[in-house]
C-alpha cells in the first residue's frame, strides 16, 4: 500500500507539473536552451546551469528547478551533436561518443546515430530518476543517524575525493583547489558566535563569499578567455538524413542499456566525479564484453549507445547524494546546490521532513524533462544543428554580458562583480597551470557546512575527537578518507600496485585428475 501511494502521488505531481503552461514553456525553452549549450564547443551544461541560477533568482523553487534540471538534461544530451557531426566533442561528457559517432556520420549514418542517442539518452535519464526515488528513503534513513562529526567528515570527504578523481595530474593540485574552496568558505562572520574571519575591515565580506559569483567566475570568465585566445575552426558538418529512433535497436540491446544505466547511476553517486568519467567507463565495458571488440571506434553503434546511456543516468546519479547528504555529485549538480541554497531549500537528511515532497518534484521534473528532450531531440536536431556552424567567438561576448547580470543580478549588488572577476582570473591560471576548478567550487560549497558541525561537534565534546572512534559512521568516513589520502602516497601506492601485480601473475594451480579415481 505504501508504494501503491508513492506511486499515486508521484504521478500526481507529474501531472500538476504538467499542467501549468508555464512549466511547459520554460520546460522546452529551456531543454532547446541546454542542448544548444551542449552542442556548442566550449560551452558546457555546468556553464549553462550557473548562468541560469541568479536569472531564477525571482522564480519559486518549482519553477527554478524545472529550468535547471531542464537545462542540466538537455546540455547533457546536446554535446552528442557535435561528437557526431563534427567531431568536436560539445561537452566533455560526450567525448567518448565521438569515438564512434563521428564514423557513423562518415558512412552517412549520422541521423540513425541522433536517433539512437536521443532515445537512448532519454531512457538514461529515465532510469536514474527510478533510482533517485527508490534509493533516497534508505539514505535518508541512515542519513538521519548523523551527528555533527559526521556531517563534517562527510563534507570533508566531498571535498577530498572530488580532488582526487578530478586531477589530471597531481592528485596534490585537486587537493589544493579543494581546499582554496575551502578557505574562501571561511571568509565572513561564522554561523556559531558572528565573529568576522579574514574580512579586512571590507563589510561586504561580514556575509560571507557568496556562491553564485564564484560558480560563474570559475566556469565562465576562463572559458571566456580560453575560446577567445585559441583560433577556433569548425569543421563541415556532416549531412544526415531522416532521424529514426530505431525501438527495434533499442530492444535488442536492453541489457547493455540497463548495465550503462546502472555504471552512470552509481558513478554520479560518488561527489564530484561527473558525466564524462561515467561515459568512459560505460565504453570500456561494453568494449570489454562485447563479442567484436575490433568494431569498436570504427562506428560500433553499441559504443554510442553504452556512452549516451550512462551520461545522462549521471544526471539522476549526482542527484541522489546532493538532495539527501548535501554533496554534489558533479559539477552541474555543485551549481544546483547553489541554486538550492538560492532559493531557501537546505539538501541533506532534513529536507524529507522541511520539504516532504521535494525529491518526488525533482523526480519529476526529471521525466518530464526527458521526455522534452526526445521529443526536441527529434522534431529540432536539424535546426539546432545550425548552430554548429557559428563561430563560438561570437557568443562569448553574449555569455560574458550574461556573466556580469547573472552575478549583478543576486541582490543587485556590484561587490558581487568585483569578486565574480578576481575568482575568474584566478581560476583561469589555476586551470593554466593544471588545478582543477570542480574541487575549488564543490570546496565553496561544502565548506560552512564542513566548519559549522565541526566546531560544533568540538564545542559539545569539549575539544575531544575521541567520540570519531565510538561512532561507527564516523570511524567508517574518517578509515576511508586516511585509505584515499595514503593511497595517493608514492610509497604505499607502489606497494599497492605491486601487491596487485603479483596476484594478476600467480596462475590458477591445475590438479590432474586419474580417471579411475572418478
Not at 526536441?376 to 544543428?385: D, H, I, N, S, Y
Not at 543580478?409 to 578576481?422: D, K, Q, R
Not at 560552512?448 to 561512532?471: C, K, W, Y
Request: aromatic share 10%.
Amino acid at each position: 500500500m505504501v508504494v501503491l501511494e508513492r506511486i499515486g502521488v508521484y504521478f500526481q505531481t507529474v501531472f500538476h507539473l504538467a499542467s501549468d503552461p508555464i512549466n511547459i514553456a520554460i520546460l522546452f525553452g529551456s531543454v532547446m536552451l541546454g542542448i544548444m549549450f551542449g552542442a556548442m564547443p566550449g560551452l558546457t551544461s555546468t556553464l549553462g546551469v550557473a548562468l541560469l541560477t541568479a536569472l531564477t533568482y525571482g522564480m519559486d523553487t518549482a519553477t527554478a528547478m524545472v529550468c535547471l534540471l531542464a537545462i542540466y538534461v538537455g546540455g547533457t544530451y546536446g554535446g552528442s551533436y557535435a561528437s557526431i557531426l563534427i567531431n568536436i566533442p560539445g561537452t566533455a561528457a560526450s567525448a567518448a561518443t565521438a569515438l564512434d559517432g563521428y564514423p557513423l556520420a562518415c558512412k552517412g549514418e549520422g541521423g540513425r546515430a541522433i536517433g539512437l542517442t536521443t532515445t537512448s539518452s532519454a531512457i538514461g535519464t529515465i532510469i536514474s530518476m527510478l533510482f533517485l526515488v527508490s534509493i533516497s528513503p534508505l539514505i535518508s534513513f541512515f542519513a538521519l543517524q548523523f551527528t555533527s562529526f559526521e556531517f563534517f567528515l562527510l563534507a570533508f570527504f566531498g571535498i577530498l575525493i572530488s580532488g582526487t578523481l578530478t586531477s589530471p595530474d597531481l592528485v596534490i593540485k585537486g587537493w589544493i583547489a579543494g581546499f582554496l574552496g575551502l578557505f574562501l568558505a571561511c571568509v565572513g562572520r561564522d554561523m556559531l558566535q558572528f565573529y568576522p574571519r579574514f574580512t579586512f575591515g571590507i563589510s561586504e565580506l561580514d556575509s560571507g563569499v557568496e556562491v553564485v559569483p564564484v560558480l560563474i567566475g570559475a566556469f565562465g570568465i576562463p572559458q571566456i578567455i580560453q575560446v577567445l585566445k585559441e583560433r577556433f575552426q569548425i569543421g563541415e558538418t556532416q549531412k544526415f538524413q531522416r532521424i529514426l529512433p530505431e525501438f527495434g535497436t533499442i530492444i535488442r540491446n536492453i541489457p547493455r542499456i540497463v548495465r550503462s544505466a546502472l555504471i552512470g547511476v552509481g558513478i554520479g553517486s560518488v561527489p564530484g566525479i561527473g558525466e564524462d568519467i561515467a561515459a568512459w567507463v560505460s565504453y570500456g565495458a561494453a568494449k570489454n564484453t562485447a563479442k567484436h571488440p575490433e568494431r569498436f571506434g570504427k562506428g560500433e553503434i553499441k559504443a554510442v549507445l553504452a556512452t549516451e546511456v550512462a551520461n545522462n543516468a549521471c544526471v539522476g546519479g549526482a542527484m541522489i547524494p546532493l538532495l539527501n547528504l548535501g554533496i554534489p555529485g558533479s559539477p552541474p549538480a555543485a551549481m544546483l546546490l547553489g541554486a538550492l541554497m538560492l532559493h531557501g531549500v537546505t539538501p541533506g537528511p532534513m529536507i524529507t521532513f522541511e520539504h516532504p515532497t521535494f525529491i518526488t518534484e525533482v523526480a519529476a521534473i526529471l521525466l518530464l524533462a526527458s521526455c522534452t528532450m526526445w521529443v526536441v531531440g527529434m522534431l529540432m536536431a536539424k535546426q539546432v544543428v545550425k548552430v554548429l556552424r557559428i563561430p563560438t567567438q561570437i557568443f562569448m561576448p553574449i555569455i560574458g554580458v550574461l556573466c556580469i547580470i547573472g552575478s549583478y543580478a543576486l541582490g543587485l549588488n556590484i561587490f558581487n562583480l568585483y569578486l565574480m572577476l578576481p575568482v575568474g582570473i584566478i581560476s583561469y591560471f589555476l586551470i593554466e597551470m593544471g588545478y582543477p576548478i570542480a574541487p575549488l567550487v564543490i570546496g565553496v560549497i561544502l565548506g560552512p557546512m564542513a566548519d559549522e558541525n565541526l566546531r560544533r561537534a568540538l564545542m559539545v565534546s569539549q575539544g575531544s575527537f575521541l567520540p570519531i572512534f565510538t561512532r561507527p559512521v564516523a570511524l567508517i568516513l574518517l578509515l576511508t578518507i586516511l585509505w584515499t589520502v595514503f593511497s595517493q602516497v608514492p610509497y604505499f601506492k607502489k606497494r599497492k600496485n605491486q601487491l596487485v601485480d603479483k596476484i594478476r601473475r600467480r596462475k590458477p594451480v591445475k590438479i590432474k585428475m586419474d580417471p579411475e579415481e572418478g
